[in-house]
């Protein structure tokens, strides 16, 4: 092929070292990534029936970084995350502890109180700020030009962590979830819980951003959870429709130049919808058959 075509080489090399084909290639990597944890969790979530914890610390650890600005501390350094980590550390408390002993408050109603607060300190916050707009816009839309090996390197190391941790203690986590009456230290469990969600939140918002960070979390697991009541293959299909909308949405993104995370989410959003019109024609055509 070389001998024939004596430039291929070269060209083959130039194309592998290509800054843009190395970020493309980082962020998929990433998103696979991203993508195994955030959707076992999210099947956790979608089943305990609280859907916008997630939204919750999200909003928290974006606090945490806009708090940081306001100190003059550099979005995205060390120092903003532990401001993240704290924020989120006492949102996973509240949502652990908090439980109404009135049946007409569920507890969605507390994660819903949690988050608007979170916002309005979040805006209140920002517009004290010079350019707080254009930071606050960050934590929405978060910056997907930090990524990189390094980064990539520690959020593996940290998701392989918290998986080992759920898999040790997988029996505590899935009758929290199918069983909670017969869990003894529900409210410990439950704030272990709540913490691993953060750690993984406090990771990706602030490349990500809010708004995409709770996608990866929910509409994988969605997808899998309509097609799926095991665990094992509700995680297989929701991370696979998830990885593959992702695909088309960052390749989609780089061909039309397009908002790299508003463009990942509504991908994942279109094969949501996809998704339920195909469960739809299966059910219609069992129905037909019995």
């Known amino acids: 092929m070389e001998q024939a075509y004596p430039h291929a080489g070269k060209l083959k090399k130039e194309f592998i070292m290509n800054p843009i084909f190395e970020f493309f290639v980082m962020q998929i990597v990433l998103v696979a990534v991203v993508l195994l944890l955030h959707t076992y969790m999210g099947l956790h979530i979608i089943r305990r029936g609280i859907i916008f914890s997630d939204l919750v610390l999200d909003q928290l650890a974006a606090l945490g970084m806009v708090v940081g600005i306001g100190f003059g501390i550099s979005y995205g350094s060390p120092l903003a ?3 993240s980590l704290v924020a989120v550390l006492v949102g996973c408390g509240l949502l652990a502890a908090i439980r109404p002993d009135n049946k007409k408050i569920s507890q969605e109603v507390i994660i819903g109180i949690l988050y608007g607060m979170a916002l309005i300190a979040s805006l209140m916050l920002a517009d004290k700020i010079p350019e707080g707009g254009s930071y606050l816009g960050k934590t929405l839309a978060g910056s997907m030009l930090w990524v990189s090996w390094s980064l990539i390197g520690i959020t593996t190391l940290s998701y392989l962590a918290l998986a080992l941790l759920h898999f040790i203690f997988r029996k505590h986590f899935l009758k929290l979830t199918e069983a909670p009456h017969e869990l003894k230290r529900y409210t410990l469990w439950n704030f272990m819980f ?13 490349v990500a ?4 960070a709770y996608g990866f979390l929910m509409i994988p697991a969605a997808i899998g959870t309509l097609f799926s009541r095991n665990w094992g293959a509700a995680m ?3 991370w696979g429709a998830g990885f593959t ?11 039309a130049d397009s908002p790299y995370g508003p463009t990942l989410l509504l991908s994942m959003g279109l094969f949501f919808m996809i998704a339920l019109i195909l469960r739809a024609v299966i059910s219609r055509s069992k129905r037909r058959v019995s």
């Open 236 to 238: 297989l299909i929701g």
């Open 194 to 206: 709540f913490v691993t969600q953060g750690i993984i939140t406090i990771l990706i918002v602030p």
């Open 245 to 255: 909308a992702c695909l088309v949405g960052i390749t989609y993104s780089y061909q």
């Open 81 to 83: 995350y532990l401001l």
């Open 209 to 212: 951003g809010v708004l995409l």
